[in-house]
């Protein structure tokens, strides 16, 4: 509010200064300014926001992004005319040329503007016209535009604010304050103009020029517009009615003015071009469109690769399939599912996503070369699932696997020197054991349990089958594609160019296929208003190896969560007074303890004193240890059914690596202050004393971490630590023990958050993102391409490998086991 007071002042003392001038020019009559080529079908300047503004409302071009081009062709019947005009808007700069060929008039008008986003909603612009054929000293132009609410708009503009010369003799300028609202729809708009001279020679009165104006768009893509002039001193009563078709990435149109009698004085004929794709009635229906599942989904935006085709994030693959299940001239999805590698969890909330969309009546047929038990456990929501004749289905079963590197080390002379607290906290096991444990075991096969439960119910009731009889066809697998078929697991065996007799028989021989590429990469032609009380979620993604320090990324070992980069974005979105409720998306097996604790100091602020908001914790694959940790004040948590979690445990320790040092013919002599200033060298182990000192430093720490999580889920010290001590759940378990509120994914977070901010499901809501993802790093670029080259088996060792090596000795680790694959 207050950026508006100041720019509305500013357009106050601009516009005193220039009535000053005015007034010094004693008797001066109002001068007549060089036509407007616009004339009926001006646009209301607290509406213009295309290329357009450039001349109407210098202001407007800093509403949208993207480029616009209009062609206009003026016609008045009270004169010849041969004029064209051309507007051209990129970004928020504005270009326009006018040529004029009326009567004895023959000259170019041109026209450079810029508009500037001076905060949410409001927005200032600035042009400046010069002249060739006519005796015009050019003029300058001022635009401000504001955005107070959704609905409602109002501008201020001035016209010739250095009241220049013309043929002689000063142009008073010319002000238009303007008005429109949108009554809960961006499809009518309700606006009015007053114009107004910085005249002395005629009454307030007599120098306001009214204009009202209505439009709409009762179809996709039909315009229709209409205004009014009431009759004043100087000015005659009339009207205008014009009509626009929009065409996709176009619109034609036509818009004439009437005189008081109805006949036609004026108008024009338009053609725009927008890179904004814009509503349409021509956009074909009853479509399906092409949906490629390959590969897994970053939770962040990755940075950008040279040699890499962008891929897109888990949400805006969510998103993309909202946008399908909410167009109404989509009748299906044609979903071809090539090799997947998303994590369960993620999985589930992509099929959630999908089931959604068949349960509105539409259709989605699958197709696939071959499968795996994921890319089945996708397909298996599909209304007919296909497969090509050559193609073969893996659909065997889910595999939990640990490795273990304790023999390797200790070839190499190594010794893992680590404590943890709990029998579960299994996390040390790889490299300090050989095989499980029973307890290692143990845990290993209840997530599996839980996670064949989820897996073999789901397809089993989407394909009429018992839970047994499902679960006998995957002890039978592998099979060929004419095995799945006679097995029942797919539907009917083509080539890809037979999808679309698949897709007829499904829609009544009314759908086509149309490109999935095409449909999601054209951007939408912006209607509504941003506005600054605009309410915002903010999405806090918390994913990879908690680390202290920022956040980093890498070719192997992935993500890696900063706790000075998380620590930033949770306050920034505290700070924020627009963000009225925070969605904190963890996927991570956790970390630095240290760096843990930083992190969830933010989040205690966020949920608690005068700044505290909704706190929504969404846990994507994994939020184990210290991924669990960070989430446990918050006030909802959130997990998909498969989703790993819990860990709540500790661990630290060293390595030993006086052996290989041995082997190597290497010798330390070391001079030491202090009975253990050598503790953290690794050319020996612990002392029995040291060892205890760890055992109770690793033991306050777990202390610390069971009470945060009793008091977060309102348990006690005693019930947190039964259902501790290193173990790991599936979210489905953890919600049952109480570590997990609902079982949902991201989508659900977000109606939560909404509900919990008070804000009404029809407002519409920006979400806000934090941190801020993307960039370029050429590091990566190569080392990115080799690891595309690895075997999954490689890069997994190399990143436990080198996850050990990333945490000070000694230090607190709050660390899901290393290696816990399900495949």
């Not at 006519?134 to 635009?143: C, I, P």
């Amino acid at each position: 509010m207050k950026k508006f007071i100041v720019l509305g002042i500013i357009c106050v003392l601009l516009g005193m200064s220039t009535s000053g001038l005015s007034q010094s020019f004693t008797g001066s009559n109002l001068t007549v300014a060089p036509p407007n080529l616009l004339g009926a079908m001006s646009p209301p300047v607290a509406v213009t926001d295309n290329a357009l503004a450039g001349v109407r409302n210098p202001a407007g071009l800093a509403i949208r992004d993207g480029m616009d081009l209009f062609l206009l062709f003026p016609y008045d019947y009270r004169d010849f005319t041969n004029d064209v005009g051309l507007y051209l808007r990129l970004g928020s700069l504005g270009f326009a040329t006018e040529w004029v060929r009326r009567g004895n008039l023959d000259y170019e008008r041109y026209m450079l503007g810029n508009g500037f986003k001076f905060a949410p909603g409001v927005y200032f612009g600035v042009n400046y016209s010069w002249y060739r054929g006519y005796n015009h000293k050019g003029s300058w132009g001022l635009g401000l535009t504001g955005h107070p609410c959704q609905f409602f708009s109002l501008a201020a503009v001035i016209d010739d604010a250095n009241e220049p010369l013309v043929n002689g003799a000063i142009q008073q300028a010319r002000y238009t304050f303007g008005l429109a609202v949108r009554p809960m729809t961006d499809r009518l708009t309700l606006a009015a103009d007053a114009g107004l001279f910085a005249t002395s020679t005629m009454g307030y009165g007599d120098r306001i020029d009214w204009n009202f104006r209505i439009e709409a768009e009762p179809i996709n893509g039909i315009h229709i517009s209409g205004n009014y002039r009431p009759k004043t001193k100087f000015w005659d009563q009339s009207y205008g009615a014009g009509i626009g078709i929009s065409t996709g990435y176009g619109r034609v149109g036509g818009y004439s003015g009437f005189d008081k009698k109805g006949k036609v004085a004026d108008g024009a004929d338009y053609i725009q071009f927008s890179s904004g794709f814009q509503r349409s009635f021509l956009e074909p229906r009853h479509r399906y469109i092409m949906l490629n599942v390959k590969g897994d989904y970053p939770e962040e935006r990755p940075p950008f690769r040279l040699f890499a085709a962008r891929t897109p994030t888990f949400a805006e693959m969510l998103k993309r399939l909202r946008m399908l299940e909410e167009d109404p001239t989509v009748d299906g999805i044609v979903l071809t599912i090539d090799e997947t590698d998303m994590s369960f969890a993620h999985a589930q909330e992509f099929r959630d996503a999908l089931e959604s969309f068949r349960e509105t009546g539409k259709k989605i047929v699958c197709y696939m070369e071959s499968c795996g038990n994921q890319e089945y456990y996708l397909a298996s929501v599909a209304d007919v699932i296909a497969m090509t004749p050559a193609g073969d289905a893996n659909v065997i079963g889910l595999m939990g696997r640990a490795m273990f590197f304790k023999d390797t080390l200790a070839k190499l002379g190594i010794t893992a020197e680590l404590y943890h607290i709990g029998d579960y906290k299994t996390a040390s096991d790889m490299l300090t054991r050989d095989s499980m444990s029973d307890a290692h075991r143990e845990m290993l096969n209840w997530i599996l349990d839980d996670l064949y439960k989820q897996y073999t119910m789901t397809i089993a009731e989407e394909r009429r089958w018992s839970v047994e009889e499902f679960r006998q066809i995957i002890d039978k697998g592998p099979y060929t594609a004419k095995g799945a078929y006679e097995a029942g697991l797919v539907d009917t065996l083509i080539y890809r160019d037979q999808i679309k007799d698949i897709v007829k028989q499904v829609s009544d021989d009314r759908s086509r296929i149309a490109s999935g590429r095409e449909y999601f990469d054209r951007e939408p032609y912006a209607t509504k208003w941003e506005t600054p009380v605009e309410p915002r979620i903010a999405i806090v993604y918390a994913t990879g190896n908690i680390v202290s320090g920022k956040s980093s990324s890498d070719p192997l070992m992935g993500k890696n969560m900063g706790s000075e980069t998380i620590a930033d974005a949770l306050r920034s979105a505290r700070e924020d007074h627009r963000v009225k409720a925070i969605v904190f998306r963890i996927d991570s097996g956790g970390g630095s303890g240290l760096a843990s604790d930083v992190i969830l100091r933010e989040v205690r602020l966020c949920v608690e004193g005068d700044e505290a908001k909704p706190f929504i914790v969404s846990m994507a694959g994994v939020a184990g240890s210290g991924g669990y940790y960070i989430a446990c004040l918050a006030d909802t948590i959130l997990a998909d059914p498969g989703t790993i979690t819990g860990s709540i445990g500790v661990i630290s320790g060293k390595f030993n690596f006086s052996g290989l040092y041995r082997k190597l013919g290497m010798n330390f002599q070391r001079i030491t202050r202090g009975e253990r200033a050598d503790m953290m060298s690794g050319d020996r182990g612990f002392t029995d004393g040291e060892w205890a000192s760890l055992k109770a430093m690793t033991q306050e720490f777990y202390d610390t971490f069971v009470g945060h999580v009793a008091e977060g889920r309102n348990m006690t010290t005693q019930q947190v630590d039964e259902i501790g001590r290193g173990r790991v759940f599936t979210g489905s378990q953890a919600q049952e023990i109480g570590l997990v509120d609902k079982v949902g994914g991201l989508r659900l977070a977000l109606e939560i958050a909404q509900a919990s901010a008070g804000i009404p499901e029809s407002r519409s809501v920006k979400y806000a993102i934090y941190p801020e993802t993307g960039g370029f790093r050429f590091s990566n670029e190569i080392e990115g391409v080799i690891s595309d080259y690895l075997s999954p088996e490689i890069k997994a060792m190399v990143a436990d490998w080198n996850q050990t090596r990333m945490y000070r000795d000694a230090e607190p680790l709050l660390l899901m086991p290393f290696q816990l694959e399900v495949q």
